[in-house]
């Protein structure tokens, strides 16, 4: 008869699902039919489950995501976004992710690029891909901090952005950048180019990120790591706030 304290010794051992598991088995008749085989493997399928969870809770949390629950599946395809169903599928199974490629995904304010790209970010996550989600600005801004502080701190910031393996850059060139910055920017796509999947959310077509940097050789070295290669998403259709706004306030009104 197994006791309290045999079954805390799983949690001591770190293989607490596999005990949780184990006392499901035995309180539960329906287990008895199984062999004993049968029942070993529930509690190691339980415990790989659990590490799996586990560790993508810890991936979705380092990422750094504004809508930590953004995901493919709440991604809504109203014929005038222009946006397939199967295509974001596709991008769900993060194929391009262990192609190392970039993806662009353009789309005037509020059409939604943002949570689709947090959602493929989260997508990322759940096929254990390491992930972080930044604005631009702030990628900017923890660089400039980091280097201001002399600590050799601006090299640890800038590693990261460079070996993540899928780095999500939000509101791209929105607004023009220092020439300071633009060589922070090239040193990290140079580094990710073949190593890491790049995702890049913009308002602005390719064309005019070239007038967002200082310095036509430094413009022309991003752009060609960028724009040439990317694979393409545009957005189009309603402001998706303005959408949702809509909908809660006809669903609230439906249920009085």
């Known amino acids: 008869m197994l006791t309290e304290e045999d079954f805390a010794r799983f949690k001591e051992f770190r293989c607490t699902a596999m005990g949780n598991k184990l006392r499901e088995i035995i309180d539960d008749p329906a287990y008895d039919s199984m062999t004993f085989e049968e029942k070993v493997k529930e509690m190691i399928d339980a415990q790989v489950n659990a590490k799996v969870t586990n560790k993508i809770q810890k991936l979705n949390k380092a990422a750094g995501f504004k809508l930590a629950d953004a995901c493919v599946e709440e991604i809504v395809y109203l014929p005038e976004r222009k946006l397939s169903k199967d295509r974001i599928t596709r991008l769900a199974s993060c194929k391009w992710v262990e192609d190392n490629e970039v993806v662009v995904i353009i789309s005037k304010t509020g059409c939604g690029k943002s949570y689709v790209a947090q959602a493929l970010g989260n997508a990322a996550c759940r096929n254990l891909h390491s992930v972080r989600y930044r604005r ?121």
Do not use: H
């Open 136 to 256: 631009l600005a702030d990628i900017f801004a923890d660089l400039n901090q980091a280097r201001a502080a002399c600590d050799g701190s601006y090299y640890e910031r800038i590693d990261e952005f460079k070996t993540v393996k899928v780095l999500i850059m939000d509101d791209f060139m929105t607004t023009p950048i220092t020439t300071e910055n633009a060589i922070d920017l090239f040193e990290i796509l140079e580094a990710r180019e073949g190593t890491g999947a790049t995702l890049i959310a913009s308002q602005l077509e390719p064309n005019e990120w070239y007038l967002r940097i200082e310095g036509e050789l430094m413009a022309d070295s991003i752009l060609g790591r960028t724009g040439s290669t990317a694979r393409y998403l545009d957005l189009d259709g309603p402001n998706m706030r303005e959408y949702f706004a809509k909908k809660k306030q006809e669903e609230e009104a439906s249920t009085n």
